[in-house]
T-cell receptor, first 114, second 113 residues
Framework: GAGVSQTPSNKVTEKGKYVELRCDPI?????LYWYRQSLGQGPEFLIY????????DSGLPNDRFFAVRPEGSVSTLKIQRTERGDSAVYLC????????????FGQGTRLTVV | QKEVEQNSGPLSVPEGAIASLNCTYS??????FFWYRQYSGKSPELIMS????GDKEDGRFTAQLNKASQYVSLLIRDSQPSDSATYLC?????????????FGKGTHLIIQP
């Protein structure tokens, strides 16, 4: 596709449930970032990948959060035992590489935990 | 831990005037700098990138970088109501490094007709 695609665009889930959020980056982009954004705040770093490997996962808030990118393209952010505090917009961005090239965002997934 | 600081605003500017948005960063190793615009309820949209000291102009937008002062700014000339948005500053170390691309909290800009 022409841009970064995230699915679903909206997700409502019950507290305690498991959710998966998907990101399909721009074709050929090797770097992929996940962020979380709450109302009135800037994007909060979660994890980024260079290729298939997680280059830095220090932003993941706890062990309920996990992300994979098995083939170096599509990535899935997985959240176990969701809590109401996980409610936010989850943003994915990709860039050609990590040399400083520009990163482009998808439209985000709005997660609501009820 | 890298830090990127921005005044949250709101910054109110009359239509047609120059809007000046500022950003400071703590990591001297940062090498790439970006400005994103975010409309309410939308995802961030890249508007400018700058990599070396000095000014970079693109239409009504000018990005300014001063690595010695660890300062990057965005000027918007002939401000329009459609420029009203939150502007996010982001920095990146070459090769990614810790945290990859780090964002400030953004400055809320209001252009008054």
């Amino acid at each position: 596709g022409a841009g970064v695609s995230q699915t679903p665009s909206n997700k409502v889930t019950e507290k305690g449930k498991y959710v998966e959020l998907r990101c399909d980056p721009i074709s050929g982009h090797t770097a992929l970032y996940w962020y979380r954004q709450s109302l009135g705040q800037g994007p909060e770093f979660l994890i980024y990948f260079q290729g298939t490997g997680a280059a830095d996962d220090s932003g993941l808030p706890n062990d309920r959060f996990f992300a994979v990118r098995p083939e170096g393209s599509v990535s899935t952010l997985k959240i176990q035992r969701t809590e109401r505090g996980d409610s936010a917009v989850y943003l994915c961005a990709s860039s050609f590489d990590l040399s400083g090239t520009e990163a482009f965002f998808g439209q985000g997934t709005r997660l609501t935990v009820v | 831990q890298k830090e990127v600081e921005q005044n949250s605003g709101p910054l109110s500017v009359p239509e047609g005037a120059i809007a000046s948005l500022n950003c400071t960063y703590s990591d001297r190793v940062s090498q790439s700098f970006f400005w994103y615009r975010q409309y309410s309820g939308k995802s961030p949209e890249l508007i400018m990138s700058i990599y070396s000291n000095g000014d970079k102009e693109d239409g009504r937008f000018t990005a300014q970088l001063n690595k010695a002062s660890q300062y990057v700014s965005l000027l918007i000339r002939d401000s329009q109501p459609s420029d009203s948005a939150t502007y996010l500053c982001a920095v990146l170390r070459k090769g990614g490094g810790a945290d990859g691309l780090t964002f400030g909290k953004g400055t809320h800009l209001i252009i008054q007709p």
